[in-house]
T-cell receptor, first 110, second 114 residues
Framework: QKEVEQNSGPLSVPEGAIASLNCTYS??????FFWYRQYSGKSPELIMS????GDKEDGRFTAQLNKASQYVSLLIRDSQPSDSATYLC??????????FGPGTSLSVIP | DGGITQSPKYLFRKEGQNVTLSCEQN?????MYWYRQDPGQGLRLIYY???????QKGDIAEGYSVSREKKESFPLTVTSAQKNPTAFYLC?????????????FGPGTRLTVT
């Protein structure tokens, strides 16, 4: 059974701080990794994709991938109240589909 | 504007009735997906399709059916055989290729069966 685990929430950080979201996955064959943000009652929105080991930065977001450790993370710098949402990690499990983690709820306190 | 539309936003049905959820995309994507989300949980894959007239079962296909007669459309039917159909249903699409590409989601349909 292929699994994805995310750090249990809810995670609370003060405004302006760095939020760190972690994800581990069981499938060593995973090649593509995606982070989605989901506001309450809304559909998921893609915020980052990463395919190679190392860091990938996009604005205030940085994704970090370590395939040997089967670990992917998302850092949000200068966290804003508008970042308060659930973040879903989604590694690939085959060439044509991904599996979603249970999500980590983030709350940014003004 | 390119995007994915799902209709209706809210749907109420009586137990024992089949219901069809609509999903249309104008992104020219080959791949389309249906997921189900229950409160406080992640997304679970119901069915997916990489090409017209072909589709595959996901992890929780029992009680559901789909068709893919057009590239733009991937309707999902929730049948009376689905034991617990009340959920948030999400449709997504992506480029199809040799590796999973980014999936983009529609706004979702909330189905309530009583």
């Amino acid at each position: 059974q292929k699994e994805v685990e995310q750090n249990s929430g809810p995670l609370s950080v003060p405004e302006g701080a760095i939020a760190s979201l972690n994800c581990t996955y069981s499938d060593r064959g995973s090649q593509s990794f995606f982070w989605y943000r989901q506001y309450s009652g809304k559909s998921p929105e893609l915020i980052m994709s990463i395919y190679s080991n190392g860091d990938k930065e996009d604005g205030r977001f940085t994704a970090q991938l370590n395939k040997a450790s089967q670990y992917v993370s998302l850092l949000i710098r200068d966290s804003q109240p508008s970042d308060s949402a659930t973040y879903l990690c989604a590694p690939s499990v085959s060439y044509d589909k991904v599996i979603f983690g249970p999500g980590t709820s983030l709350s940014v306190i003004p | 504007d390119g995007g994915i539309t799902q209709s209706p936003k809210y749907l109420f049905r009586k137990e024992g009735q089949n219901v069809t959820l609509s999903c249309e995309q104008n992104l020219n994507h080959d791949a389309m997906y249906w997921y189900r989300q229950d409160p406080g949980q992640g997304l679970r894959l119901i069915y997916y399709s990489q090409i017209v007239n072909d589709f595959q079962k996901g992890d929780i296909a029992e009680g559901y059916s789909v068709s893919r007669e057009k590239k733009e459309s991937f309707p999902l039917t929730v049948t009376s055989a689905q034991k617990n159909p009340t959920a948030f249903y999400l449709c997504a699409s992506s480029i199809a290729g040799l590796a999973p590409y980014e999936q983009y989601f529609g706004p979702g349909t909330r189905l309530t069966v009583t």
